[in-house]
């Protein structure tokens, strides 16, 4: 069965439960006064069948005492010697002579159509012999005091069904009411608008462990957000800077006409500027084109070594112009699955941040080995990084110090790409730095 | 008119410069923060382009820190920031103006007249003095509906002296005001500039006091 509300669900089956229960307690309850009137009726027996011996014995005439009052409403014979001596009532007690053989005294219950309840009382004073009482209509008498049991029940167990009903659902919306708390908060969460948190509720139970932790969520996704966001504020301010440059150039050179070397060096500020951005685009596609999904199907069998020395060769003339000497320390061929892209580019990033960084005439070391695990070394003698600023480096747009850099081009994805590159080959990078000393990069495979 | 832009991209800086200059406005430039503090305490601006990023000091701190010292320049911030919150602190700090970057030249021209106007406290882009009337749009001079033609220099010596109206001021403060700071001029243009004003827009108007310097009455 479907359910569109938790409470009529809980409401339902709970209702069910107790009728089931209560139906079986009826059961119960009904055979155990059949049992007790059975257990009344076969007292009373018992103790005529006493009182019918006592006479006998006391020598009381058995036609006066068979017309007793207290054995008006009973069918009763006497048997002497196996024989019926006297008899009272329409019942034939003949039938029954049978079950004198082997038992001393005892009850019969619904024998065929006639027989309702039968006490057999054997005695052997004065006689041997017995005494038969006969009840009849015991069914009845049962039935009788079952019946008002039934009318109480009937009258009773419904109140009682509907005063558990009502106290369930009163406990249900109570319950439902922190759980609405949660669901109304719940709809007004938006990306744009994580500041709502839903109250405590005023006891420590489940309901507050769900709240606690519906909290936890919204401050995780608050976290998650804020990252986007800076992120997002990050490319707008790398992507506005060129932007302004393009529009004003533009604006400013149209204004009137002008020498052709005006139009060449305003044409070529803007062409640099469009090459900033689209040195920005690629590096961010770079950063988020590869998932540790989807790298896996991009991986080759690459030989690390060559690849560093065709970048380094990109470097040439960078190195010359800075009189930067770079030396190979240790150097061995190693081959490994990798994506070669990826791999360059994290080579030329560190390589391309250890010249910029570097002042001239200093040395660089590069060390590429195999010694159970693969490890690119790259040590720089540059401006190094202040300590408290070496774990953000890797942060997306993250830059020491602008003004200490200003004269140095870059955005602050170099590192950032190198560290995403490391992570989708499952690599460990450390950097470590003193400042005006140098950088040590090591990345181990 | 002029101005100082502290910018920290040169090239941004470059285009401002030669934008500006073309219009004829004096421009002082600086792409560092602490070297723009020095600059606004020592001179004189009529109008401050401020960027917000800047190195050793940035635009929020010289905005503070200048107008603590009660100097009154109306100042627009500059900023590739476009956050509602970013805005209002800018505004907060004092600035009286904010353009987002990439902005259009024009606009941020506009605003800048627009508030050197209110510098000057004149609600039309009209200022009249006596049978003047200055048009500080289209940088003209009308004499009893007459327009005369004045230089640049001679326009922007009235707008100075206008400005100060009531005030005397000196050689060296009209020296500053009509020429940027990488400019060394023979004093004598001054003079000149002076008595070519003088005589276009008539001697009564521009009274000099002999060795303390000039001043418009009204």
Known sequence: MKFRSLKTKVLFWFGTATTIVLILFNVAIYHFLEENTKLSIQNTLYNKAVFINDNIKANKSVKELLEHKELESFDVAIIKEGKIIFKKGKIDFRQFLAFLKDKKSFFVFNQGEVLNGLYIFKITQPFDGAIFFLKRNINAEIDNDAQKVKEILMVLEPILLFMLIFMASKLIDKILKSIK??????????????????????????????????????????????????????????LKTPLTVIKGEIEITLNKLREPEYYQKSLQTIGNEANQIQVIVDNLLMLTKYTKVNIEQTFKSCSLDSLLLETINKYNNQLKDKNIKLHLKKFESVVMDANPLLIATIFSNLIDNAIKYSPNDKNIFISLYEKKQIYFIIEDEGIGIPKEQLSQVLNRFYRVEESRNKRIKGFGLGLSIVKNGVELHNANINIDSKENEGTKVEIIF | MKILIVEDDENILSFLKRGFEEEGYIIDSSSDGEEAEYLITTYQYDIIILDWMLPNLSGIEILQKIREKNILTPVIMLTAKDEVDDRVLGLTYGADDYMCKPFSFKELQARAIALYRRSISSTSNTITIKDLTIDLDSKTVKKADEELSLTQKEYELLLFLVKNKNKTVSNSMIEEQLWGNEEYINSNVIQVTIYNLRKKISKDLIKSSRGLGYKIEV
């Open chain 1, 181 to 238: 708390n949660i669901t109304q908060t719940a709809n007004k969460i938006y990306v744009t608008d994580l500041a709502q948190e839903i109250p405590q509720p005023k006891y420590d139970d489940e309901i507050k462990d769900l709240v606690d932790s519906f909290n936890e969520m919204i401050k995780r996704l608050k976290s998650g957000v804020d990252v986007l966001e800076q992120f997002n504020s990050d490319v707008s301010h790398e």
